[in-house]
């Protein structure tokens, strides 16, 4: 609900800083006070189209801030966490706008956008009269309002699993219909590259094998030349093998005659000669691999460019022709097997559709039942309102299948019809703006049950209206009050005996500018502000004692 309102600089409002409480408050005061402003701040905080003209005469900027306390389960909540916005015990949104039509929104003192301002005004406050409008008056929460107020939830819940279900086999259907679509299409194209590809057959790995081995094979000569000098040094007749073998040989003869001193060298020796018998069994290895072969070049280049080619032209790299081979072998693959896999994906949808289908149709008949204990307990308000010959009708029809989803088959709207005779339309088409405040009050009395909006405002719902039809609409919003917080600005009397918080809008004229404040009234000042309602501008004794009588209940 709404505990606080503050509004600074705000057409004639200079400084103000209400307080609200639970059940029914009624905002008074003489045409011209000033009420529309109120109503004009409020919408400004809940994220309606700012206008430099509510930037009070000679300030910078107007600014509105409202403080909210909420249920933990309020719907506003899951919109700031959707936001990445951190929840409080209470949520304040406040607004400002300057002189030059500059408009800036915070959330909990978080920058944020109007978009955002405006998506949480419609989850805190519903506005019904002759000013801006949402909640009710738009087709498309009437579907919701049904739903709740037949305590439809978990029905509406399991046809949105079923729905969801559905379309994702629908969606599996659809993308092997269009898979084997381009496959039938590329078939011929599928079948030559599959082919190309299998006699090249190519392995992950193997352009790095090839360019490593034409590498060594463009420079063979080289190399060749270079491992038979390398040979010739270690093994010819002057040779390293030679000369380390005839050194450790002598030394070897003499060494038992120096006391262990030639030990270390003849096992250096040794160990060189094995190492060197190493080196030429390495190079006789290198060299028998070299293939002298010129072929051998020519043919793998041609291997290499072959792939590399390949490649190219299928616009992956080469390590990636493996890949692209079993892809194109695997869509051939489904053309062979469309009729299996698109049987079994028809029988799959039509099994959930039917599932779907079957809990849709419990759900309408569900909410069929519920419009028309909806419609009667609606019509039953009517007649104390002054709307007897009005008639209130909640439409189910059935929906085309391409429009059906994941709430329904069913379209919901609420109609009315003011006039014997006339076709019913909607509510915000047919019904004038009194008529459509009064129509607004009866449908939220019954529904007073449901819903999450905490906070709902009435602004001249009694327009038009007098005597008994206004006592009973006071009766009415009283009762609302009950459950809802509800803000009704109001000229009757017998409403305004109703509230239970009473705020009087008035001006107060300074010698420098005229401004507007608002007065929460007590005892006599509500007797006599009420009296003044019935009497006009000179209260009589008559008034007062009526005012009474209106306070008491007995009016």
């Not at 679509?181 to 299998?198: F, G, P, Q, T, W």
């Not at 709430?407 to 703006?433: C, E, M, W, Y």
Request: overall charge negative.
């Amino acid at each position: 609900m709404l505990v606080t309102l503050s509004i600074r600089d705000v057409v004639l409002i200079e400084k103000l800083s209400l307080t609200f409480r639970r059940g029914l408050c009624v905002l008074t005061g003489e045409t011209g006070a000033g009420k529309s402003i109120l109503l004009d701040a409020l919408g400004l905080a809940l994220g309606a189209r700012a206008d430099s003209g509510l930037v009070r005469h000679g300030a910078d900027q107007a600014s509105v801030t409202a403080e909210f306390e909420l249920s933990g389960d309020h719907p506003a909540f899951a919109i700031l966490k959707e936001q990445g916005l951190d929840p409080d015990d209470r949520l304040v949104v406040r607004r400002t706008v300057s002189a030059d039509g500059r408009s800036r929104a915070w959330v909990n003192d978080q920058a944020v956008g109007v978009g955002l301002l405006k998506r949480l005004g419609e989850e805190l406050v519903e506005v019904h009269g002759q000013f801006d409008t949402h909640g009710l008056l738009n087709p498309q929460t009437h579907r919701g309002v049904l739903d709740a107020y037949a305590k439809l939830d978990i029905q509406a819940a399991q046809v949105a699993a079923a729905y969801r279900g559905w379309r994702q086999v629908e969606d599996a259907r659809a993308n092997a219909a269009a898979e084997i679509a381009r496959a039938r299409a590329e078939e011929e194209y599928l079948r030559h590259a599959v082919a190309e590809l299998d006699s090249l057959n190519p392995r992950p790995g193997e352009e790095e094998e090839l360019a490593e081995t034409r590498a060594v094979l463009m420079h063979r000569e080289k190399l060749v030349d270079a491992m038979n000098a390398a040979f010739a040094e270690l093994s010819g007749d002057r040779g390293v093998e030679r000369a380390l073998a005839s050194a450790s040989r002598v030394l070897a003869r003499i060494a038992d005659k120096a006391a262990g001193k030639l030990d270390a060298a003849i096992d250096a020796l040794d160990r060189a000669a094995n190492e060197a018998a190493e080196a030429v069994a390495a190079l006789q290895a290198a060299s028998a691999d070299m293939d002298l072969d010129p072929a051998a070049l020519e043919k793998l280049e041609e291997r290499l460019f072959a792939l590399r080619a390949a490649a190219r032209k299928h616009s992956v790299d080469v390590d990636g022709l493996a890949a692209l081979r079993q892809d194109f072998a695997g869509r051939l693959a489904l053309i062979e097997d469309q009729g299996d896999l698109l049987a079994r994906l028809a029988r799959e949808a039509e099994t959930a559709r039917a599932a779907y289908r079957k809990a849709a149709d419990a759900l309408s008949a569900g909410r069929r039942d519920a419009a028309k204990r909806l419609d009667k307990a609606v019509a039953a308000e009517l007649p104390p309102l002054k709307l007897e010959k009005a008639r209130f009708q909640t439409t189910v029809e059935a929906l085309e299948e391409a429009d059906w989803g994941p709430h329904g088959i069913d379209r919901v709207a609420f109609q009315v019809a003011t006039n014997p005779g006339a076709p019913a339309g909607a509510l915000n088409k047919i019904a004038s703006g009194g008529e459509l405040a009064r129509f607004m009050l009866a449908l939220k009395v019954v529904l007073a049950q449901t819903g999450t909006v905490g906070t709902l405002v009435f602004d001249e719902v009694d327009t038009g209206i007098g005597g008994a039809v206004a006592a009973a609409v006071g009766e009415r919003l009283a009762a609302l009050g009950q459950v809802r917080q509800v803000l009704v600005v109001t000229h009757s009397p017998q409403v305004a005996a109703r509230g239970s918080v009473h705020l009087k809008v008035q001006k107060t004229a300074r010698r420098d500018a005229v401004t507007t404040g608002v007065a929460e009234l007590d005892g006599d000042e509500r007797r006599e502000e009420i009296a003044r309602m019935l009497s006009g501008a000179t209260v009589t004794p008559e008034a007062r004692a009526a005012a009474d009588s209106l306070i008491a209940g007995r009016g």
